[in-house]
C-alpha cells in the first residue's frame, strides 16, 4: 500500500526523528526507565513544543487537526526510539475519547490543554476478569445527591499513576457484557477515593493499576446518551489499535537496522556472518515480514480514521493480528542472529522484542484478534459473502 506524507507531515516526522535521535538514544532511555517516574518531563515538554501532542485535535481548540494516519510517522519514530512518555496514553486514547464524548464546555477546557502538552490524562478501560473483551466493564456508576460516584477497578492504566485526571469507563446500567449500559467519566487522579499503584511493565513503561472507592466522578458528555459514549469508546479503541500497529512496525525497523549492522560487522573465520547463506535468508525473510507490516498499519490507521466504511472494522483487528505475528516473528530473529548478547539488559535488539510482547497484548492479543474476526466473519449473510 502506497503512502504520502503531506510536507506538514514530513516536517514533523523529521523534526521529530532528530530530537529523538539527540535525547532518545538507548543509553539515554535506560536513564529515562530507571528514574522515578519513568518518563523525561523534559522530553515530553519538546514533543509538545514540535506539536506532535496536539495531531489529532481539532484546530479549533488549538490542535493541529488530522487523525490516525497523520499520527502514522510520528508513532513509528516513538516505536523506533522505543520511546517511553505518555503519548498513547494521553495524546492519542484520552484525547480521543473527549473529543469524541465531550461537552462543549469539556473540550474547551480540555483539548487545548492536551494540545499543549500541559495536561496529562490517562484512559482506564481493561478489567481484570475481561481478557481483552472490551464490552466487559464490571465497574459501576451511581448517582446520589452529591452527584456521580465510581466503585470498581482498573488494570493496565498507561501512564495513570503521573496523569493529571482519567477518563474511565464504568457502567450506569446492565450487566458485564452488555453493549449498552457503558459511559464515560472524568475522575481527578488525586480525588478521594481513588488510589492508583503504580508499577512498569516488561518493556518499562509506566503503568498503574485503578481502584475507586464511591470516587467522585464527572460524566463524560451526556450521561443520557449512550450512543454517543459507544461511539466515542469504539473510536478510541481504533484509534489506540491503529496507534499500536504503527509503533509495533517502528519497533520491528529498529530491530530489523539493529540485525543489518550487526551481521554485517560481526566478523567470523574471516567475514562477516551475513555472508553466510542461511543468515541472509532470515534477513531476506525479515525484510518481507517489515514490508507487510508497513502495508498493514496504513491500513489500520485509514480504517481507524473511516469507522462508517464496511471494511474498517476487520481491517482493524485483520492488521493488528498480522503485525502481532510478524513483529514477535521478527523480534525473535533479530535476537537468534544475534546470538547471547541479544538478550542482554545492556543491547536494545532484546528491548524490542519486550515493547512487541506490550503492544500485542494491548487492545487485544493475536489471539483476541483471530476470535473477533471469526466473531464477525459468521455474521455474513450468504450475500454479503
Known amino acids: 500500500m502506497n503512502f504520502n506524507l503531506s510536507d506538514e507531515q514530513q516536517q514533523i516526522a523529521d523534526s521529530l526523528e532528530r530530537l529523538l535521535t539527540d535525547h532518545c538514544s538507548f543509553e539515554q532511555r535506560r536513564a529515562i526507565a530507571a528514574s522515578e517516574p519513568g518518563w523525561s ?13 496536539a495531531l489529532g485535535i481539532p484546530e479549533a481548540f488549538g490542535g493541529l487537526g488530522g487523525g490516525a494516519t ?16 505518555p503519548y ?5 486514547l484520552a484525547a480521543t475519547a473527549v473529543r469524541e464524548a465531550g461537552s462543549n464546555a469539556q473540550r474547551d477546557t480540555l483539548l487545548p490543554a492536551l494540545a499543549s502538552g500541559e495536561l496529562r490524562m490517562a484512559f482506564a478501560l481493561d478489567e481484570t476478569t475481561a481478557r481483552h473483551e472490551p464490552l466487559w466493564v464490571e465497574t459501576r456508576a451511581r448517582q446520589t445527591p452529591q452527584g456521580w460516584r465510581l466503585d470498581g477497578g482498573k488494570v493496565l492504566v498507561l501512564h495513570g499513576a503521573h496523569a493529571h485526571r482519567l477518563v474511565v469507563t ?3 446500567h446492565g450487566e458485564p457484557g452488555d453493549a449498552d449500559g457503558r459511559m464515560l467519566f472524568l475522575v481527578d487522579s488525586q480525588a478521594a477515593g481513588v488510589a492508583l499503584r503504580d508499577h512498569r511493565l516488561i518493556d518499562d513503561t509506566a503503568a498503574a493499576e485503578l481502584t475507586l472507592r464511591d470516587a467522585v466522578a464527572e460524566p463524560l458528555g451526556d450521561p443520557a446518551d449512550g450512543a454517543r459514549a459507544r461511539d466515542a469508546i469504539a473510536a478510541t479503541l481504533a484509534a ?8 509495533m512496525v517502528g519497533t520491528m525497523e529498529r530491530a530489523f537496522a539493529l540485525t543489518t549492522e550487526y551481521v554485517n560487522t560481526r566478523q567470523q573465520f574471516g567475514r562477516a556472518i551475513g555472508q553466510y547463506q542461511a543468515l541472509r535468508h532470515r534477513i531476506a525473510e525479515m525484510a518481507v515480514q517489515l514490508e507487510l507490516a508497513r502495508s498493514l498499519a496504513i491500513a489500520a490507521a485509514v480504517a481507524a480514521d473511516s469507522p462508517d466504511t464496511p471494511e474498517s472494522a476487520m481491517d482493524l483487528p485483520r492488521a493488528k493480528l498480522a503485525i502481532g505475528r510478524y513483529a514477535r516473528s521478527l523480534c525473535q530473529a533479530a535476537i537468534q542472529s544475534h546470538g547471547g548478547i541479544g538478550m542482554t ?3 536494545a535488539v532484546g528491548h524490542c522484542l519486550r515493547r512487541v510482547h506490550v503492544l500485542d497484548q494491548l487492545f487485544g492479543d493475536v489471539g483476541a484478534q483471530a476470535a473477533r474476526l471469526v466473531l464477525m466473519d459468521s455474521r455474513l449473510t450468504p450475500t454479503s459473502r
Open 41 to 53: 518531563v523534559g522530553l515530553w515538554g519538546q514533543l509538545a513544543e514540535l506539536g506532535v501532542t
Open 70 to 85: 497523520d499520527r502514522l510517522p510520528v508513532l513509528q519514530a516513538c516505536g523506533r526510539a522505543l520511546l517511553l512518555e
Open 88 to 92: 498513547l496514553a494521553s495524546s492519542v
Open 170 to 172: 464504568a457502567r450506569t
Open 240 to 247: 489506540g489499535t491503529a496507534a499500536v500497529c504503527a509503533d
Open 345 to 347: 539488559e545492556e543491547y
